[in-house]
């Protein structure tokens, strides 16, 4: 009796094994290469240099070169002047010269040539972790489901009926949980691809191997770096890292884009924007409103198939291209640049309008107004605002500039405003500001832009308190949010009032 014999796969900069772990479940027998001790690799291990290890011998390689030098998380790092190895092209070298199938993994912004994008909604995860894979043989691009959710750093809520938000990773259990991987430390972890995307990679490769197709090298698609951003932007992972945004740079960088299209690489059509569609919302005249000016502009997700969640336009902050000429990545703009720039909440005229309808003449309270953009819109459609907020606009990260004077006061503030309105623009998750805001306001009205129950933001109590006091009287139909990001804009009665 024969046995078949397994495809042998060499898995360079190994790590703790989530992608040798993935070609284990594709039937393959892995052996993982680290530089550095890894005690935990599930599989045969031998610690070395993957720059020398010999290559004979395998029927497919899989190399993870250190994602630093590319990654969106290290782009402060590298902008303070730490240097990070690059590894891609001299790995790529190596792996063309052996003539064995390949596969190179790394993140999105990393210099792949023809890359593939896997994505965990693709694989039923609750993980987006974007990353790009080259290979050797051909690899079917999946269709990209849209992100519904934010995704969260601790809270993974598995109960029945709940909403599942998608894990950031972090190292802990959820987040081992969300990766289908249970034997690695923390930091390994933070480092890992998810087991399904090799296994589908495996899986695809399956026909095609052995035999490497033509290779097109490096130098063939130049400019790639330079092309990947427009305008210079770095995806910055977390607020803390970005800037204000200089609002006319961008505009003229969707200008350009927009004077010369480029079809979706996923599409192979030209996205959509709201500019001109029948979702556009003309700015009153004699207002400024430039966060909306931006948002107008911006392409729309296309890459998910029309579903029923979708009854609203998602503006993208990219798009993928198939230009030979660049990286196959347009970055149009930073989401938390332009939150921390202007609000963690798009703000359409639309919503203007429907709030002053709602108001009937009454003013607004606001906790938690950041920079004051919704205050400003607001007082510009006539509005009377009292926005408080404990932090000085400029000097907090959350919000990097005043557009509209902030009182300083935390969430009791409200307290002194029955009159009013109340108004909570995506508090934070895990803040108590929301609930405390809910507690001391004495009328009768609430405005909420943000997410329901088991969502990213305010938290378990507020939702507890807005349950047992408050019913829901309508929600905005102009209000627009990012692709992935889910928000709506609310309006709640107090129960029992008149
Ligand atoms: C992005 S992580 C790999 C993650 C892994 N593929 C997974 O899915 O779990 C990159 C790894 O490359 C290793 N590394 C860095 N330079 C190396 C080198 N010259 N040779 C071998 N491994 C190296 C690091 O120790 C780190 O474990």
Redesign the pocket.
């Known amino acids: 009796m024969t046995s078949k014999r397994k495809r042998k796969v060499l898995?360079?900069?190994?790590?703790?094994?989530?992608?040798?772990y993935g070609y284990y479940l594709a039937g393959c027998e892995v052996t993982g290469?680290?530089?550095?001790d890894?005690p935990g690799y599930p599989f045969e291990f031998i610690q070395?240099?993957?720059?020398t290890?010999p290559l004979d011998g395998y029927d497919l390689i899989?190399a993870?070169?250190?994602?630093q030098a590319y990654s969106d998380a290290a782009a402060p790092y590298r902008t303070a002047g730490k240097e990070y190895?690059d590894?891609i092209e001299v790995m790529r070298a190596r792996l063309v010269a052996s003539g064995i199938p390949y596969v190179i993994?790394n993140v999105v912004g990393a210099p792949l040539i023809d890359p593939v994008m896997l994505c965990g909604t693709m694989f039923g995860l609750k993980v987006y972790r974007h990353r790009l894979f080259e290979a050797s043989f051909p690899i079917g691009q999946p269709a990209h489901p849209a992100h519904l959710w934010n995704a969260v750093k601790t809270r993974w809520d598995a109960s029945p009926g709940h909403i599942r938000p998608s894990m950031r990773i972090y190292g802990n259990d959820d987040s081992r949980q969300a990766m289908g991987?249970s034997w690695?430390t923390g930091a390994?972890l933070k480092?890992?691809?998810p087991t399904a995307y090799?296994r589908y990679i495996a899986e695809e490769g399956r026909g095609a191997l052995p035999g490497p197709r033509g290779h097109r090298l490096r130098g063939e698609s130049a400019a790639a770096s330079d092309s990947q951003t427009a305008g210079n932007v770095t995806i910055a992972e977390n607020e803390k890292d970005c800037e204000p945004l200089d609002g006319d740079a961008v505009l003229g960088t969707l200008a350009d884009f927009w004077a010369c299209p480029q079809p979706s690489r996923f599409t192979g059509k030209v996205p959509d924007r709201i500019a001109g569609s029948e979702w556009d919302q003309p700015v009153p005249d004699g207002i400024e409103n430039p966060y909306w000016e931006i948002v107008r502009q911006l392409p729309l997700d296309d890459m998910a198939s029309p579903s029923p969640w979708r009854t609203r336009p998602e503006p993208n902050m990219y798009l993928f291209t198939d230009d030979p000429s660049g990286s196959g990545f347009r970055l149009f703009a930073n989401r938390y640049a332009l939150c921390v720039t202007y609000s963690w909440s798009v703000c359409s005229p639309g919503d203007i309008a429907w709030i002053k309808d709602l108001l009937g003449g009454m003013g607004v309270v606001e906790a938690g107004a950041g920079g004051g953009y919704w205050a400003w819109q607001l007082r510009q459609a006539g509005v009377d605002v009292a926005a408080y907020d404990p932090a000085v606009p400029g000097e907090h990260y959350f919000a990097r500039r005043e557009w509209s004077p902030i009182l300083p006061g935390d969430a009791s503030a409200v307290g002194k405003h029955p009159d009013r309105a109340l108004f909570l623009c995506r508090s934070s998750y895990g803040e108590p500001r929301a609930a405390e805001a809910l507690t001391c306001y004495q009328g009768d009205l609430l405005i909420c832009a943000g997410e329901g129950e088991g969502g990213c933001t305010a938290g378990d109590g507020f939702f507890g308190l807005l349950g047992a006091g408050w019913e829901e009287a309508g929600v905005s139909p102009s209000h627009i949010s990012y692709s992935g990001i889910n928000c709506d804009l609310t309006v709640y009665r107090r129960k029992g009032a008149t």
Do not use: K, N, R
Not at 11 to 20: Q, V
Not at 64 to 67: L, N, T, V, W, Y
């Open positions: 898995d360079l900069f190994s790590g703790g094994g989530g992608a040798g290469v680290d530089v550095a890894m070395h240099d993957a720059l290890f899989h993870s070169p250190p994602c190895p590894l993994e991987i690695m390994e480092q890992a691809v090799t």
